[in-house]
């Protein structure tokens, strides 16, 4: 099923760091931001989750919850998120079926060869479970500034 604005996000389940467990249910009634990056440790990745980091206290106050998803397993993600003492917890999705649900899987050219990535893309969920917002395909900087203006937009709209 297609995630598409304004319709509600498919069933799913998923773990996180802190033994988190999410799915289209656990956070209805809070706002929830779904970031999905290639790759821990990279630069690009490292610099979007240093600033969902650095705005994350505007993100709650805002009432967002956010959580970054990639392929990278639990030991990878535990690692990033201390390393880099982020405040919010990581996604595994190592068999890829957020990554397909939302259709963030394309084909990429890395060094000359096609290989299956992620397209750096962000969701934005709104408290009744409605997707509101989408970002695909979209460059680091200013991008966590439109996503925080987006929840701050959304709350004066309820």
């Known amino acids: 099923m297609a995630i598409v604005v304004n319709k509600l996000i498919p069933e799913f389940e998923a773990n996180a760091t802190g033994g988190v467990k999410v799915s289209n249910t656990t956070h209805l009634g809070k706002v929830?931001?779904?970031?999905?990056?290639?790759?821990?440790?990279?630069?690009?990745?490292t610099t979007e989750a240093?600033?969902?980091?650095?705005?994350?206290?505007?993100?709650?106050?805002?009432?967002?919850?956010?959580?970054?998803?990639?392929?990278?397993?639990?030991?990878?993600?535990?690692?990033f998120k201390?390393?880099?003492?982020?405040?919010?917890e990581l996604i595994a999705d190592t068999e890829e079926k957020m990554c397909h649900m939302f259709?963030?899987?394309?084909?990429?050219?890395?060094?000359?060869?096609?290989?299956?990535g992620i397209e750096r893309s962000t969701f934005l969920i709104g408290a009744d479970g409605v997707l509101k917002n989408e970002w695909r395909g979209l460059k680091v900087p200013?991008?966590?500034?439109?996503?925080?203006?987006?929840?701050k937009d959304l709350k004066k709209a309820v």
């Open 32 to 45: 929830v931001i779904l970031y999905f990056y290639p790759k821990d440790n990279t630069p690009g990745c």
């Open 50 to 79: 240093m600033q969902f980091r650095d705005k994350h206290k505007e993100f709650v106050k805002a009432g967002a919850t956010v959580f970054g998803v990639s392929r990278d397993n639990m030991k990878s993600h535990d690692e």
């Open 82 to 88: 201390t390393k880099l003492e982020l405040p919010f």
């Open 103 to 116: 259709g963030v899987v394309k084909n990429k050219i890395m060094y000359g060869k096609k290989v299956k």
């Open 142 to 151: 200013g991008h966590v500034d439109d996503v925080l203006q987006a929840v």
